[in-house]
């Protein structure tokens, strides 16, 4: 059965920046950055899954809105999606990630270059460098 993730962009729109979170695991991607998200269960549409996601995550609300750039196959049976969303609580708290950071679009781009973007998510960093610009 085909599976999805959903992973939030999270984008402050007056100061025109993106929440990134710093996975805590496993080995292979611990330390890299990553729109927090989770797995959508059965019978949850994409956007409730990530707004309850954030919710365990962050400790916050978000509103989820439209897709961004193209699903991401992580493994056959399982794709990443990316949805845009705007906080609608408190500021968001790292939960269950080592920490949390607001980019702009430099320093996205910059972090991208680094390598420090987990892999899956580097194939939407033009698609948010223009939602940055
Ligand atoms: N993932 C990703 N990029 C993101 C979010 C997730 O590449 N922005 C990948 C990492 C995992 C899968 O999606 O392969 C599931 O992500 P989770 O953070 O839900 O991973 P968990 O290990 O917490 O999920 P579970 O324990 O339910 O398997």
């Known amino acids: ?13 007056t100061s025109r920046m993106l929440l990134l979170a710093q996975r805590r695991y496993p080995p292979e ?8 998200g989770g797995k959508v269960e059965d019978g949850e549409s994409r956007r409730s899954a990530l707004e309850r996601e954030i919710a365990e995550e962050l400790g916050t609300a978000i509103e989820a809105g439209e ?15 990316a949805l845009r969303a705007r906080l609608a609580g408190p500021p968001p708290r ?9 980019v702009d679009a ?7 270059a680094a ?4 892999p899956a998510d580097t194939a939407w960093v033009p698609d948010l460098l223009e939602l940055l610009a």
């Open 94 to 102: 790292a939960l269950d990630h080592t920490a949390l950071c607001w």
């Open 1 to 13: 059965m085909n599976r999805i993730v959903v992973a939030a962009a999270i984008i402050d729109d």
């Open 106 to 112: 430099g320093r996205l781009r910059a972090m991208a």
């Open 67 to 81: 897709q961004v750039g193209a699903a991401v196959v992580l493994r056959p049976g399982l794709e990443l999606v």
């Open 29 to 36: 991607v611990a330390g890299l950055w990553e729109l927090p």
């Open 115 to 118: 390598g420090e973007l987990v």
